[in-house]
């Protein structure tokens, strides 16, 4: 009697644990699998933006190293894995060798909240494309993308150098202004949306994308969006005529080549969110939701690079004003309109 | 396994809290702080308190610590230089100070005076509604007085300290 009733346990525990093993498995292989596309997308980006701006003037770009230069990503990531990697006698050496990781880690952790397709059946399991919805996943951004100022703060620090610290001061000065536009610029999306969560966000858009009902709200995302990760216009914590490389001046090998990454990880990462938020996330007509969300991001990191290769470099003084005196008005404008039409319209 | 994940945030909290007391360099010094403030949220996870685990992140650990460095990167430039004791007559009355917070701190706790919303608040009630749509009722319908109030001294203290360092406007 004892023994069956042991049995019937094992049985109820076998299959909870079988279900919880898929559970496990299934989250795992979302990871690894968002972790692979974005470090792919990395790599492919560095190779895009040197053919882009190379064809926006009238050049060639990379062209020895496969056909029309494909393999270049490669080549650069081999050499810079075979660079001597230089500490400063006089940096501070375990800060110095954190900031790489600690610029790089945040940039991936976004991706856990964005939704990137519908749900999926796969062999008789509902999978959800997205790594875990959370109810505060727009907090949740916010909250990882504010740490990933440190890095940079950090590298700049540890290096012990004059132009690294400016640029790491420039930098936590630049990001924390535009933090505040950038979580400004989406609360009109909430508002009307009603949730926190991402995959709301996304549902509440099948018919009509956010950018037509909110342009302004888009419009000051974007905008600080590049501030955010450092891009040109807004590049000046690395303004190579004032500051050498700023906070990255005393990096090489493959630490450097960490910051590099992290800023291509940032890029994706402000560009999914702008998708998730304005363009609709994966919804879309005939193609499959992932292809829809690819196909967006890739819209989206173009405008990254046309930009870079069309404006030149803002003075510092002009960023600062740009950004509290005239996006922040704006945003809170924005919201003001936003929550006056819903009150409106009941 | 919930138990043993909040010994654990625990033993890392206040680890970090005591190096940031003893820590000699100001820059390690804030690190350890942000350290503490971003396990200080997930203890309000753990206690299923979502929204104020991600502000605590957002605020405390993403800007105000970023300031906190700011300044110190500013003021500070060189590593492991032998700070002073600037204020030679300050420890004696830091400590009677100290125990009488912690006093302080210990009755109030104990006084069931912060105890907060109960009854009908239940954990799976809380879950049902959300915890940010919740504080968030509470906070402009209930607690609209206290919030204002809240509100407008942070603005006294903002424009004080504007006043204070900008002479001329």
């Known amino acids: 009697m004892l023994r069956s009733k042991n049995a019937a346990d094992w049985g109820n525990v076998s299959e909870m644990n079988k279900e919880f093993l898929v559970y496990l498995v299934i989250v795992c292989v979302k990871i690894l699998l968002v972790f692979g596309v974005v470090q792919l997308m990395v790599i492919s980006m560095i190779w895009l933006e040197r053919k882009i701006m190379a064809h926006m003037q009238v050049r060639l770009g990379p062209m020895r190293v496969g056909p029309h230069g494909l393999l270049q990503p490669i080549a650069d990531g081999i050499k810079l894995l075979f660079k001597e990697d230089i500490i400063p006698e006089k940096a501070s050496k375990l800060l110095f060798v954190l900031a790489p990781a600690m610029a790089m880690v945040p940039a991936m952790l976004t991706f856990a909240v964005i939704p990137f397709g519908d749900a999926v059946k796969i062999l008789g399991y509902k999978v959800d494309l997205v790594i875990t919805d959370v109810n505060i996943g727009f907090l949740y951004i916010f909250g990882v993308s504010s740490l990933g100022i440190y890095g940079i703060v950090m590298a700049g620090w540890a290096s012990n150098n004059k132009y690294s610290l400016l640029g790491g001061i420039r930098s936590s000065a630049q990001m924390i202004s535009y933090e505040l536009t950038l979580g400004l610029s989406l609360i009109g999306v909430v508002m009307m949306t009603e949730s926190l969560s991402l995959v709301d966000v996304v549902n509440a858009q099948a018919k009509l994308w956010n950018i037509i009902l909110q342009p302004i709200g888009f419009f000051i995302y974007f905008t600080s969006a590049i501030a955010e990760v450092n891009r040109c216009p807004f590049d000046l914590p690395e303004a190579e005529s004032e500051l050498v490389a700023g906070y990255h001046t005393e990096y090489s090998s493959m630490k450097f080549a960490m910051f590099f990454m992290a800023e291509y990880a940032n890029m994706i990462t402000v560009s999914a969110i702008a998708v998730t938020f304005f363009l609709g996330g994966w919804q879309g007509p005939f193609l499959p939701p992932v292809v829809w969300f690819l196909l967006k991001l890739s819209g989206c990191l173009f405008f990254f690079i046309w930009i870079r290769s069309t404006f030149p470099r803002l003075r510092y003084d002009q960023l600062m004003h740009f950004g509290w005196k005239f996006l922040l008005p704006l945003s809170l404008f924005n919201i003001l309109i936003t929550g006056l039409v819903i009150v409106i319209k009941g | ?169």
């Open chain 2, 1 to 169: 396994m919930l138990a043993y994940l909040f010994y654990i945030v625990a033993a890392i909290t206040v680890t970090t809290a005591v190096y940031l007391i003893f820590e000699k360099n100001p820059v390690f010094g804030a690190l350890y702080l942000i350290q503490t403030m971003v396990s200080l949220a997930v203890l309000y996870i753990l206690l299923e308190a979502q929204f104020v685990a991600a502000v605590q992140i957002i605020v405390y650990a993403g800007a105000i610590m970023v300031l906190f460095l700011f300044v110190i990167m500013l003021l500070n430039l060189d590593i492991g230089e032998e700070t002073k004791n600037a204020l030679p007559y300050q420890r004696i009355p830091a400590i009677l100070m100290g125990i009488a917070l912690f006093t302080i701190i210990c009755i109030v706790i104990r006084s069931k005076l912060l105890q907060g919303k109960q009854d009908q608040y239940t954990t799976a009630f809380v879950q049902g509604v959300g915890n940010t749509k919740l504080i968030g009722n509470l906070l402009f319908t209930e607690y609209l007085l206290p919030f204002e109030i809240t509100s407008i001294l942070l603005f006294v203290a903002a424009i004080g300290a504007i006043m204070l360092a900008k002479r001329k406007l």
